[in-house]
DNA sequence: CAAGGCTCCTGATAGC
DNA sequence: TGCTATCAGGAGCCTT
């Protein structure tokens, strides 16, 4: 077993937020620890400030965007909405444990809840963070709503309002590899490593190969490649969810994820039977078919 | 303004 | 045995 398979992507934290919106709406918020204070990230104030503000607060619905959870909490009086923005980074998980549990090595908040269960934010690497933001409209024309911190980010691919042309359009004008463009969550959003290169490979491309290469065929097949590998995990990840236990948790191998390319160098490719490649690429490593996915030629 | 690189972090593992 | 180097990568931030 891997000592960390989690790197949590959309499914995994989509996972999560159907965990949570079945445990926090309603439930209240006792006390708050904060045990790493590295833990609580942009929020004005600072821990202290985080504490004071989420103690005593009310959880509502639970939402997404891309990789970012937000709980909204009931406003104080004279003031809008806010949020309990939650990222889990790298290594982060949320687990809902009953207030007697014992108090895992790698705890960095905790949230006594008045309910039978307790919010832990469990994070080794500390890439993670939860912290406290203003909701505003999404746009001008409807009644969406999401924390002012995250505006930027863009709607992920499973998103019924992903717009396929927009992003067809925007991601054929980049001067970049198409990988690095799928990794820019302010293009598209909730796709890291693993479902980048595993959609890739799907489609035989190169992680190199040019966005303004790409004609708008290559796009849409491409983006049903990232929408069936996610799908894929999701359903995984919703059919081994057992809401009676814990767990709103990542546990290592809670997505046994059958995948063609990620971590597989050696590994013969289940399609042509070629020995897939890793190589460095953005400070990570991309892992390929070299026979499938060749390098394009305008590239060393 | 966009592209691309740096950095944060901890723990497992390999190599000497 | 014990040290050091390497690797894992999401995303804000900074430079070019």
Redesign the pocket.
């Known amino acids: 077993m891997q000592?960390c398979t989690l790197?949590?992507?959309l499914p995994e934290v989509e996972v999560v937020r159907r965990g949570l919106v079945s445990h926090l709406p309603g439930d209240t918020v006792q006390a708050v620890s904060v045990l790493h204070p590295?833990a609580i990230r942009?929020q004005i104030g600072g821990p202290r400030a985080f504490s004071t503000e989420i103690s005593g607060a009310r959880f509502h619905t639970v939402s997404r965007r891309?990789?970012?959870l937000w709980a909204v909490i009931s406003p104080e009086p004279h003031r809008s909405y806010r949020a309990l923005v939650m990222?889990l980074?790298?290594s982060g998980q949320l687990l809902l444990r009953s207030a007697q549990a014992a108090q895992h090595?790698?705890a960095r908040v905790h949230l006594a809840l008045a309910g039978d269960q307790d919010l832990w934010f469990i994070d080794?690497?500390?890439?993670g963070g939860l912290y406290v933001d203003d909701l505003v409209a999404a746009t001008s024309a409807d009644d969406e709503h999401l924390p002012a911190s995250?505006a930027?980010i863009a709607r992920d691919p499973l998103d019924p309002r992903f717009d396929d042309d927009a992003f067809s359009r925007s991601l054929r004008?980049?001067?970049?590899?198409i990988k690095?463009a799928l990794?820019d969550?302010a293009l598209i959003s909730g796709i890291?490593?693993?479902y980048a290169d595993e959609a890739l490979w799907r489609s035989a491309v190169h992680y190199e190969r040019s966005c303004a290469a790409l004609r708008k065929g290559d796009v849409q097949e491409l983006l049903t490649h990232v929408r069936d590998v996610m799908s894929a995990a999701l359903d995984e990840g919703g059919t081994s969810f057992d809401a009676l236990y814990v767990n709103v948790n990542g546990q290592s191998g809670y997505f046994d994820r059958s995948l063609d390319a990620?971590g597989r160098s050696g590994e013969p490719c289940s399609r042509c039977g070629a020995l897939i490649v890793?190589e460095?690429f953005?400070?990570?490593?991309s892992f390929r078919c070299p026979t499938c996915q060749r390098r394009p030629r305008s590239i060393g």
């Open positions: 000592h790197m949590p992507e590295r942009r891309g990789k970012y990222h980074g790298m090595v790698h080794q690497r500390t890439f995250i930027h004008r980049r001067h970049s590899g690095r990794l969550q890291g490593n693993i990620y890793r460095a953005m400070n990570r490593s």
